[in-house]
């Protein structure tokens, strides 16, 4: 009897959690934004802003209109729509997981000029002053492995990513480069395209599951081929 009374319990508790989850789930979407939006103003003096951010269905979130806009600076980033299905098990630790994004247009344009520039908020973690104990190696090696750590997480993360155009300008150089990835935990395929050279590459990519290992390559049709496994 105890053991019945404890899991119509459970289930009562259950049912209500999922029930005030449906109910207020855009609420608390919009609050994280928001808070989202005030660390990085705050932090790196960015502007981030959407047209629309919603959730659809029980773990999917939908945004349109994204724009990332440094304060004072060009535009950075505006991405027309996006798809996050995110991991509900690492929202009960606190974090923010995703199963799979889907990405369908974003246009990012880079100024790197002494007269024109919106990268110089990337500049603002490294203003932090150094310990007395703290070294270049000590940097690098740190910044290293946070780079690492991102990099097999995204690993972690199935992506759809479909024209994504990069303009990046700077006193001697002007590219326009077009992106199409696809990457479901299993294999990578894709190409960049560098549109004012007409110049394609081919990525792949596989993953071993033996011994959970990744190997990738880029080909330059009639060029070069080359294979990068880890």
């Not at 950075?76 to 995110?86: F, M, S």
Request: aromatic residues 12%.
């Amino acid at each position: 009897m105890k053991f019945r009374k404890f899991l119509v319990t459970f289930l009562i508790a259950l049912v209500t959690l999922v029930s005030l989850f449906f109910l207020f789930r855009n609420t608390v979407l919009q609050y994280a934004f928001t808070r989202i939006q005030k660390h990085a103003q705050q932090n790196y003096h960015l502007n981030i802003n959407a047209t629309t951010i919603r959730f659809s269905g029980f773990n999917r979130i939908e945004m349109d209109g994204l724009v990332i806009q440094p304060q004072n600076a060009d535009t950075l980033l505006v991405v027309t729509e996006a798809q996050c299905k995110i991991s509900l098990l690492s929202l009960l630790t606190g974090k923010i997981g995703f199963h799979k994004i889907d990405v369908n247009g974003a246009f990012t344009n880079i100024y790197n000029d002494s007269a024109r520039n919106n990268i110089g908020f990337l500049k603002q973690r490294g203003k932090q002053k150094p310990s007395q104990t703290s070294s270049s190696t000590v940097g690098y090696y740190a910044m290293a492995s946070d780079f690492e750590g991102k990099f097999f997480k995204l690993l972690n993360t199935a992506f759809d990513l479909k024209d994504i155009h990069i303009n990046y300008t700077d006193s001697t150089l002007n590219e326009n480069i077009l992106v199409q990835l696809q990457y479901d935990l299993h294999s990578l395929s894709g190409q960049i395209i560098n549109q004012y050279l007409h110049d394609t590459i081919l990525l792949s990519g596989e993953v071993l599951e033996k011994n959970r290992s990744y190997q990738f390559s880029a080909q330059n049709p009639g060029k070069s081929d080359y294979y990068l496994p880890f």
